[in-house]
């Protein structure tokens, strides 16, 4: 080897290095708000090993909502943090709702009777109808009646972010529906203990009236622990078919979905067509129509290839039929339906569950901005109110139906 080619080469090999000393080390663009949310979920576990009453998860959105609002945090929070709290509030969420399966069997349910069952059903079906419907009546933005209904009905935030995923919704959509959804489960936790009994109730029959009407599976253990463990088994049991309906109810919006993006691809193809048959209709046949033609073609050609490009994109945009992560809660399921696994493995991932929710949860309640929430916070408010007393009402009826 020359000189000149070893010096060239010695050249080559600083550029690297030279290049990286100038622009030096940057961390991904979710680095710092992944870091923030860690640092929240620690937070909100302090907050719970102080105050056992307060569930992780409802510590962990209260202290995402503060962060947006302190002056200190706002600004990272609102800024170079945003691109990771918004990671964790969707794709942490999804870890989170596939381990959320491990807590399920197929023993557990049939150990309930069809009788609970089907009461679990016929509440799941009229909360979530009938919160739909009204909020859709009351005008709220949005998919914030779907996500609200989804939320009542199934298991508050898990199920709002399972949702928000194939319903591709506003993150400020999701971040109201999620306060919303937490502070009444919050509220649950005072108020139901209360109406044990003068609604007669015994312990047994109120942890099943907590399991069907509570949304959040810590705000059930919160709230039907006051009652005993008798009660707390067969709230837990009872929460747990409700989170079972997650996945059904996921892949039907899934469906929707496909179809009206379908739907909205053929009118779109409709409506590029009769403007470009208007376009030939009044393009001009003078003397130099000869002239002009070969760019009517052209205009045509490039609106066609425009219309197959949107269709294109549409096709890569559209939702599986059954999102994976849905998948991956029943494949869980299934799992801890065999036995295999041992108390030890099921232990950790219960942990790591809770753990993947709360930093989902710190960054979908970053989202919250209060002074856009007051502006239909009444209307909202009383949608949370009517969603209440149905869930609540439905189950305290089907509680004692199957009683």
Do not use: N
Request: net charge positive.
């Amino acid at each position: 080897m020359t000189l000149t080619a070893a010096r060239g080469r010695a050249r080559q090999a600083r550029k690297p290095r030279q290049a990286r000393q100038a622009t030096g080390w940057r961390p991904p663009a979710t680095a710092y708000g992944l870091g923030l949310a860690a640092a929240g979920v620690a937070a909100a576990w302090t907050v719970h090993r102080l105050f056992p009453a307060v569930p992780l998860l409802t510590a962990a959105v209260v202290l995402g909502i503060v962060a947006a609002h302190l002056p200190g945090a706002r600004g990272l929070v609102r800024g170079v943090c945003r691109a990771g709290l918004s990671f964790a509030g969707k794709r942490l969420m999804r870890l989170g709702i596939v381990l959320l399966g491990l807590k399920l069997s197929l023993d557990d349910v049939l150990g309930l009777g069809w009788a609970t069952v089907a009461m679990v059903l016929g509440v799941v079906a009229a909360t979530f109808c009938g919160t739909w419907w009204l909020g859709r009546r009351m005008g709220l933005p949005g998919d914030q009646p779907l996500l609200i209904a989804t939320g009542y009905s199934i298991c508050g935030a898990s199920a709002i972010g399972a949702v928000s995923e194939v319903s591709d919704s506003d993150e400020r959509d999701v971040a109201t529906s999620v306060a919303l959804v937490t502070l009444c489960g919050t509220l649950a936790i005072a108020v139901l203990p209360l109406l044990q009994h003068p609604l007669g109730l015994d312990d047994a029959a109120f942890g099943r009236w907590v399991g069907a009407s509570v949304h959040d599976v810590g705000q059930v253990v919160a709230t039907a622990q006051t009652a005993g463990p008798a009660a707390l088994g067969d709230a837990v049991l009872v929460k747990l078919v409700r989170v079972a309906l997650l996945a059904p109810l996921v892949a039907a919006l899934a469906t929707a979905v496909r179809v009206r993006a379908r739907g909205a691809r053929a009118t779109g193809t409709e409506a590029d067509g009769s403007e470009a048959e208007g376009t030939r209709a009044t393009e001009p046949r003078a003397e130099g129509a000869r002239a002009t033609e070969p760019r009517a073609v052209g205009a045509r050609a490039e609106g066609a290839r425009a219309v197959g490009a949107r269709a294109e994109g549409a096709t890569r945009r559209r939702p599986p039929l059954v999102p994976l992560f849905v998948l991956g809660f029943l494949a869980m399921t299934a799992l801890r339906s065999t036995g295999i696994l041992a108390t030890a493995a099921l232990d950790a991932a219960a942990t790591a569950q809770e753990l993947l929710l709360a930093a989902a949860l710190f960054g979908l309640g970053s989202a919250v901005h209060l002074p856009s929430l007051s502006r239909t916070g009444a209307r909202v408010a009383a949608l949370g109110l009517c969603a209440w007393v149905v869930i609540a009402g439905a189950s305290y009826g089907g509680v004692l139906l199957t009683t």
